[in-house]
């Protein structure tokens, strides 16, 4: 079940997307992803057509990106910073188109991405990124259209959830990506997942 909570960590992103940001997101110079490798992946659809991505937090919950909501999503309060290391090596996945305006995919694509040091995202994307709530990546690849909402994967956790990149420039982006940081909602996500937990006893 996907309730209206679950969309509100990226609410608190919505303010600070300028012309330059492009929400809806796909994989660039990725590679198919083996079967059942990403067991927690989710095609948010519409229609019988791919509309963004997400990913399981819990057995009711999926994790999604907010600017799908009809309406405006309450701020919520935020936990601390996480400490994600820059050049830490990533990943992110989905089903979205592979460059600019192009198809998207039957299969579930990835790429591996490397983290940038915050100085240097604030450097390149100025007043729309936050460094308490944001972390970039980028590399050979990286998301493009119909993915928004898929997790960041660094490791064998996710880290962050796909945000916004370079409006119409997938293909060779100077930006680089930018994914809304998990750790900064931490305590708002044990929060709602604990009184669902409750109601479900």
């Not at 660039?28 to 990913?55: I, L, W």
């Not at 009809?70 to 089903?95: L, P, R």
């Not at 305006?101 to 994307?125: A, I, P, Q, Y």
């Amino acid at each position: 079940m996907v309730g209206d909570h679950d969309h509100l960590l990226l609410g608190t992103l919505l303010p600070y997307l300028t012309l330059t940001a492009y929400v809806n997101v796909g994989i660039v110079n990725g590679t198919e992803a083996k079967p059942h490798s990403r067991p927690y992946m989710v095609s948010v659809q519409k229609d019988g057509k791919d509309r963004c991505g997400g990913f399981l937090v819990s057995k009711q919950f999926v994790m999604t990106a907010a600017h799908r909501l009809n309406g405006t999503a309450k701020k919520s309060k935020t936990g601390k910073d996480g400490d994600i290391k820059a050049n830490s090596k990533c990943s992110v996945a989905g089903w979205g188109t592979n460059s600019t305006n192009g198809r998207t995919s039957n299969h579930l694509m990835e790429v591996d991405v490397t983290t940038k040091d915050k100085k240097t995202c604030k450097k390149f994307w100025g007043q729309t990124y936050s460094t308490s709530r944001m972390v970039c990546a980028g590399g050979h690849g990286g998301f493009c259209q119909e993915d928004s909402g898929e997790p960041l994967v660094c490791g064998v956790t996710a880290v962050g959830v796909v945000s916004f990149n370079e409006n119409n420039n997938c293909d060779t982006p100077t930006y680089p990506n930018v994914y809304t940081e998990i750790s900064a909602f931490l305590t708002w996500m044990k929060a709602i997942l604990g009184s669902v937990n409750q109601d479900l006893d």
